[in-house]
């Protein structure tokens, strides 16, 4: 439908490797208008099918919940797409429904009920308060709002205050304030997924009560040591003492819908080091050729399911261009039929690529 | 010994890049069509091959009355058994007297042959039979001693007119590759020791970017060279990046996944090398090596990396006595603080000398984090026996990379070690560093000049072994800005990332330059540094990191430093002592009474263990000529809270740009290529230094306001504090004396209330 319009003008920047960064996510979408149209295209059907007229985001493959990430996506996705209105929907829903807990932190679930929203669980999740944090930063430097931008901080401070730890890697972020520690505060249960990278970035610029940058590297460290033979395909979840890290035992051993984002947000990220990292996985199983990826038993290297969907496969695709500027699919550029998480990242693939990797976005799509 | 699947051999459907190409048909070597031909056999067609020494033309220069030359060369297992010539190509000046030079070669200890040196001679290529069993595997060492005389001038500047070159092309050990020219897998990683060198002494070293464009693979590749070249000590790498494997003297590093290699056309079988993945095939006439890694992914292929890298260092240096004592002292030897070093284990000979001016290089390495500050030296107890009936204006000086740091007169008898000359330090950098001792041995008769007896008898006889050079303590604190060859590739204290090399994205020659230094720099400083390669469309340096590009494609930070060191009027002109007494600027000619008298306090100032200035003129000279190349460094400021926390030594974030520039990409390329060739990049310092392709010297200056960070376990330890801050106050003399001046003006104002209320 919509691949059609998608143009290579961009690949006037030449070269094979990231152009400079531009200041505020989707700039460079938004200057070409073949991918301007088609992000606001791709926009409009996904607030259609997603979002709420309250400005829930909705997640439709998990019993039709709303949750902190999906509304910090959200919130990024509408500044990316100039879509002031609805950005400050979704945020306004995030802080009133949210925003429940002693401090500005959110709980990261809510049931959609007859009776209206209901916060089935406190405890927040880091990955969605950072995107939060993320998408009102991001606000700000489109919008220049200034309680966007002190919103930012107050949650920002939370997160340092309470979900940054001390390791034998250096400081970590707690993926939620209850569960992930042991008893002794020594032991912590991590998420490499978490770190999302371009937000560190973003708000690093911005805040100082957390070193937001050495939390990125330690970052990378930690999806380094995660990445081991056979499969080389980082766990959802990890174990970390000391200096040991090890997949995280109350968890399934695999590579699942929680690590696929790992290379879309270093694709995301204004880091040129982290930028190759990305094309380091096209080598990987289930990244390598059209078909996958795949949920990978990471100890055993064995496939246990295809992650269904058009952004995994996008996020695959991506990998494959960052390292031979393989074309994008067009196929993959089709909206409308995957739910929400898949649409999610589907939408953030073209970004990422909008903005580093012009070049394999095809005409003959 | 496990073997494993990895080989290389031909497929009939090959692509262009297909390794096996240069490896099954090897292109003649230039060199070897002018080796030699008497140890051909009379109906051998065989080129012979030759395996040159690692050494640039610059350092196959014997320059003056007598200069020594030693170097390693390694012989592998398989090959020492078939060297049976050392191959000598030279050129002599044409002011060197035929009767009285020659040049001497020896291997090992021991004299091979000789050669009477004459200029403008047709043959000029010699070969000398090596005795059985004189060579042994693994390192050997090679001297070249030259003695020349002037035909007609007896004074010391013709001393600098006598020369012998030896033609890097043609210097070597020669032999017969034997009848099979098939590529050899070999199984021993010592053979990256011995990788070939090319026509220009430089190691080629092709970085193989196959299949993927994705770079990742090249900032591998790097990180490979880098391990090579601190493993062989290359210090003048002549560094590529091409799709194909290159041709001739050199060393190929082809890497990938399993399939890209595949994709590309290289066909795996297998290998004999212990390390899974990895393959060393060698061209037997060129002796080109090719590194072959794989693996099923890059991850995998880090971890390849990494075991080939800790293999490397885990591996001992052999070959014989001599030969490990000079491959050791080949980037100086490391020193420590408060023992003294005999110049005999820096690789000086002990020599007697029947010329007018003796000059003995040999080389030192300092700590990473030695402050370059002028308090504090080093004492040089030299042991020079005055021999003739020499003259009294005879001095002795030294050098440290290029600058004139000390002299003393020669007394009638020579220079005793039981009275040593004080170094200032301030001519030293933290690494590798360059010293040169220069005797002048002149007597009355030089004045006369009767050319018909000329020298006659020795005048001067060095002991090495009772001579020695001693460092007393250093002060440790690592300076920032600074391009300083250890500084080159800075990363902030509490950052263990790879430092950014970037470069513009269509600009070949700036990539091939920025990856030139990486690896040169990393066998200078003798450690790899993690590097990872950003190719950028647009003009390039906002971004911290190594920034290669030519004055128009800079940008930000890195634009900057070059504009400073053509605003005159943004510059901090440093004052210091040299400034506050004048020293600066005192000319060759000009011999006027304040002249004198600033000479003297020079003199006086040298004494006491303080460097002079250069003298530069820094009006002019950091403007750009063509194959000039510029090295400057900036970092983030930092806060006065910052400053102190870097002070005692707990990490600071502080980003640093190096930018290395010139007039067009060629001018750096060539001009770096030049700075190697002449081993000059330990010559850089401050915060910004200038190559001069011009007179291939390195003029340096200090732009930007230096910060100090601590790097001692204990930063207030009180050595080290005083020496730092001596080091400080001899930077700001001026301000030091003024300050000095209100505070006694103001003790004595307070001292004078104090009496005058005590009714005195």
Known sequence: ?365 | MKHHMFAVKTMPLVKAALLATAMLVPALPAGAQEVDLSILEPQAVRPMAIRRLSATTDQLRLEGEMAERTMAIYAPRDEVLKYRKLQVDYLTAVSAAPESSNLAVFVNGQVIGAIELKAGEQNTLRSFDLPPGLLVEGFNEIRFLAQHRHRVDCTIPATYELWTALNPANTGLVFDPGPGSQPQVLSDLDILRSIPTNENGATNIQLVQIGSTAIGNIDRALAVAQSIAVFGKYLNPDVRIQGRPGTGAGLDIILGTRSELSQAGYVIGSSRSDIPGLALVRTPVTGRIALIISADNRLALDQTIETLASRLAALPVTGSRAGVAAFANKFGRKVDTGRAITLSQLGVTSKRFDGRLLHQDFSLNLPNDFFVGDYGKATLGLNVDALGDLSKANKLQVFANGAALASADLTRTGISSRNPLNIPLGGFSPGYNEVRIEVSALTDGDAVCNVAEQVSGDRLYLSAENSAIEFDTFARMRVTPNVAVKNLLASAPSDTRPTLVQVPADDPASLETAVQLVVASAALNQEVRPVSLVLSSAPVGTRPGLIVAPVDRLSGAAKEAYLETINQGRRARSGGITGLLGLDAISEGDDSLWADVRRYAGSLWRGMGFRLSPGANPGQEFHLEQQDVLFAQRTTGLSPDERWVAFMGAPVKQDAWTVVTGLGSEDIKTGVSALLEKNRLSWLNGDTSLYKASTGQVVSERFSEPNYFATVANPSDWRNTRLVVAGVISHNMLSFVLFMAAFCVSLGFVYFIALKKSGR
């Open chain 1, 1 to 365: 439908m919509l691949c059609a319009a998608v143009i290579v003008s961009m690949m006037a920047a030449g070269g094979v490797f990231p152009a400079m960064a531009t200041e505020v996510i989707g700039q460079s979408a938004r200057d070409n208008e073949a991918v301007s149209l088609w992000l606001k295209s791709a926009w409009r059907e996904y607030a259609k099918r997603f979002v709420t007229a309250d400005g829930a985001v909705i997640d439709d493959g998990n019993q039709g919940i709303s949750h902190s990430e999906s509304q910090g996506y959200g919130m990024v996705l509408a500044v990316a797409v100039d879509d002031r209105e609805l950005f400050e929907r979704i945020r306004d829903y995030t802080f009133e429904t949210l925003q429940v807990r002693k401090d500005h932190l959110f709980a990261w679930k809510v049931e959609h009920t007859d009776k209206g929203p209901n916060v089935a669980d406190t405890n927040n999740a880091t990955d969605g308060d950072l995107l939060i944090a993320w998408g009102l930063v991001e606000a700000y430097k489109s919008w220049g709002e200034n309680e966007n931008l002190s919103s930012a901080r107050l949650v920002l401070k939370d997160i340092a205050e309470k979900l940054v730890r001390d390791t034998g890697f250096g400081p970590v972020l707690l993926p939620g304030e209850i569960g992930f520690s042991s008893g002794n505060g020594k032991e912590f249960t991590l998420n490499p997924s978490y770190w999302v990278y371009p937000a560190l970035e973003a708000v690093a610029r911005f805040d100082t009560s957390a070193n937001w940058e050495e939390i990125a590297v330690v970052g990378e460290e930690v999806l380094d040591l995660s990445q081991r033979a056979p499969s080389y395909l980082p766990p959802d979840w990890v174990d970390v003492s000391g200096i040991k890290l090890d997949p995280a035992e109350k968890f399934p051993l695999e590579f699942g819908y929680n690590a696929i984002r790992i290379p879309l947000y270093l694709a995301l990220s204004t880091n040129a080091y982290r930028e190759k990292k990305v094309a380091d996985f096209a080598a990987l199983k289930g990244f390598d050729a059209p078909g996958g990826p795949y949920v990978v038993h990471v100890v055993s290297g064995e496939t246990q399911s295809v992650m269904g969907g058009k952004g995994f496969a996008a996020v695959a695709a991506l990998t494959r261009c960052m390292d031979t500027s393989e074309p994008f699919p067009p196929e993959l550029l089709r909206v409308g039929a995957d739910p929400y998480y898949s649409s999610t990242l589907q939408i953030f693939t073209v970004l990422a690529l909008a903005e580093r990797y012009p070049q394999c976005l095809s005409q003959e799509g």
